[in-house]
């Protein structure tokens, strides 16, 4: 498994959670890293990606001033800090690479990527 990520659980509405994703050793500083999430019963949707040298965000715009990606090329991980959870942000969490061209491309298409890790569960309660 290349991807593996982890951090997921419970937690109440309004509070804050951090998943983590570890990349490959080997391709982890040239991957563009992005977190999809998929509900039940409904398509995979994009949450939030980063580039290669972690200059160039995007954000899904219900996640926008809520959520921060962030990425560690020492450590070969990347990090989604979760902050003011929301009941609609119940979903398997997803993190997926590919491989950037350029150290600024960033794609929010699930498509373009190549590899996907296991996902992890958040549970937002009320």
């Known amino acids: 498994v290349q991807l593996q990520a982890s951090g997921g659980g419970l937690v109440q509405t309004g509070g804050s959670l951090r998943i983590s994703c570890a990349g490959s050793r080997r391709t982890f500083t040239t991957d563009v890293m992005g977190w999809f999430r998929q509900a039940p019963g409904k398509e995979r949707e994009f949450v939030a990606a980063?580039?290669?040298?972690?200059?160039?965000?995007n954000y899904a715009d219900s996640v926008k001033g809520r959520f921060t990606i962030s990425r560690d090329n020492a450590k070969n991980t990347v990090y989604l800090q979760m902050n003011s959870l929301k009941l609609e942000d119940t979903a398997a969490y997803y993190c997926?690479?590919?491989?950037?061209?350029?150290?600024?491309?960033?794609?929010?298409?699930?498509?373009?990527?190549?590899?996907w890790g296991q996902g992890t569960l958040v549970t937002v309660s009320s």
């Open positions: 980063i580039s290669r040298s972690g200059a160039v965000i």
């Open positions: 997926a690479a590919f491989y950037g061209r350029l150290p600024s491309f960033i794609s929010q298409d699930k498509n373009r990527y190549e590899r």
